[in-house]
């Protein structure tokens, strides 16, 4: 009969995968925090990781988040995470890049920033720091990644550091455990969809 | 100098790149829900989506969250969303896939997860349903994008629509308005890192 067939394949495949996923966990030694990138040109890099934050509060976390470029219209983020005592959320480009068109003025609020983002990477009480476009940062050269590196490969053992926006440099991509590129296979924009509050077109 | 010539260069660009963002913000039109689908092999594609619901949250917006395949981890994820009261959260995959390798029973959960994704998808007070890894039910011929499309589609003007999941099938891609690919770059989990709570690897 068909349907047994594909009811007998389908099981076989999936006990295949159940034992391919016991194999990786078994093997998977390290317990530490990890250094997660969220690159490309697609869409839900930053909102990937807020909703890691949001997991990481359901876990009793404490997470620090800091936007080295503020987002074009407001998303709510800020409204939605500064409600919680667990969650320190820093908005630290506010009026960069095309609004001000000052790189010099740019660069030292990003460097600024940095310095404060310095600090909860040193913090043994922060469980996640995010560091929200920070990409953008770097390829606006506001900030370079070889002189960043050294507090962010130095922070605490069950620190977990995400770093999202386009255009991530290689040394970045390179001292990374995770690399997810976003790309854009369609996008609403194009087809005249204003952007929305609450969504991330 | 190099320095005013690299500022003059940074301004230059900025300034353009505000003239495009600008034409862009004003030719588009239309002012309605989108239905946005993440997909892919690379991690982020359910994170995306759970920060988008914090985005809707502080926006005042009512979000349904819907998993169809739940994580092999606990992830965080219910029990954060759970204490807002704009928030229906449905874990609907429990015991699903490779934990319980039954085909006729995964697809009939996955059935009536449809039957309540379908009231949401109707109801005019919902801002933004999130079908969580309703790819992946989809990829296991658990549903058929063909017999979902219309409930998808019919939805109120306003109603966002989130689907995630690897192995978006094309029916889906064409009917999307804004399409990501999560790829894997480079994955902690092949370096021997512990799958940890509150991210995902």
Chains 1, 2 share one sequence.
Not at 13 to 37: F, H, N, P, S, T
Not at 74 to 100: C, I, K, M, P, Y
Request: aromatic share 8%; glycine share 8%; with cysteine.
């Amino acid at each position: 009969m068909v349907m047994e067939n594909q009811a007998e394949r389908h099981n076989r495949v999936m006990a295949r995968r159940k034992r391919w996923m016991d194999e990786q966990i078994a093997r998977a030694q390290a317990d530490k925090g990890v250094l997660l990138v969220l690159t490309g040109d697609g869409k839900g890099k930053s909102s990937s990781a807020f909703g890691m934050a949001a997991r990481a509060l359901g876990h009793g976390m404490r997470v620090a988040i800091l936007q080295f470029i503020k987002a074009p219209l407001d998303t709510g983020e800020e409204r939605f995470f500064s409600q919680f005592g667990n969650v320190a959320f820093h908005a630290l480009g506010e009026g960069f890049t095309w609004e001000t068109q000052n790189f010099e003025r740019d660069r030292a609020i990003a460097e600024a920033g940095w310095a404060l983002a310095r600090d909860y990477l040193r913090d043994p009480a922060t469980d996640m720091v995010i560091l929200d476009e920070l990409c953008v940062a770097l390829a606006y050269h506001y900030l370079d990644w070889n002189s960043l590196r050294g507090d962010v490969l130095a922070r605490p053992d069950h620190q977990h550091a995400i770093i999202t926006g386009r255009g991530a440099p290689q040394g970045l991509i390179d001292d990374a455990d995770t690399v997810t590129e976003m790309r854009a296979l369609k996008h609403a924009f194009d087809a005249g969809i204003r952007a929305q509050k609450g969504i991330e077109l």
